[in-house]
């Protein structure tokens, strides 16, 4: 994935991109066209790098968002939502395996250490962004549940193992922001098939 954002100038790890101290149009364009043919949103580091890429941009190229939404197909609310985490989250706090949604929660803290100390916690415990949220407004992380829980008062349908019923909805559960949105699939694939 990096090779084709390294060719441009720009080089990256897996929280961050970094970029030459002089980038001229065409170079930052192609780097915004590299980052639109990796097309895999599954991956972590890649709102990360969307995110650098237009924090980079900012002052010298006005247009950056038209063509961000052009190259990548994400809405511009995405997008500053990818800019406004990049630019309020430092490299250094930054955490691999935590998504960039649980990084937005922590972005409006002024304190970096309490920034660094929530992302631990969250990376140690499992926590969503919903338990993030709670954890910054002084409340204790519990695990969300949904409303009702499905009954089966009848014989499901089809009996089928794990491995069918997951590569049957990989695609939705890649789509998932978190733990709870993946469960809340299981769950609404599980009534639909009762």
Known sequence: MSDLINTAGATTDEISMQFPDKLNWDQYEAIGKSLAQIADFSNVS????????????????????????????LAYSTLCNYAYTSRHVPRHVRRPT?????????????????????????????????????AIKGKAPTKALPDKMPSFDKEPKKLITFEEWYSEHEEDLAQAEDEFAAYEIVWHAARRST
């Open 46 to 73: 890649l709102p990360w790098y969307i995110g650098d890429w237009l924090n980079y941009g900012e002052a010298k190229y006005p247009d950056r968002y038209n063509q961000a939404v052009k190259f990548t197909g």
């Open 98 to 134: 935590l998504g960039i949604s649980i990084h937005h929660e922590v972005a409006s803290l002024k304190d970096t250490e309490r920034q660094d100390e929530l992302l631990r916690q969250a990376e140690e415990n499992g926590w969503s962004k919903q338990e993030v949220r709670a």
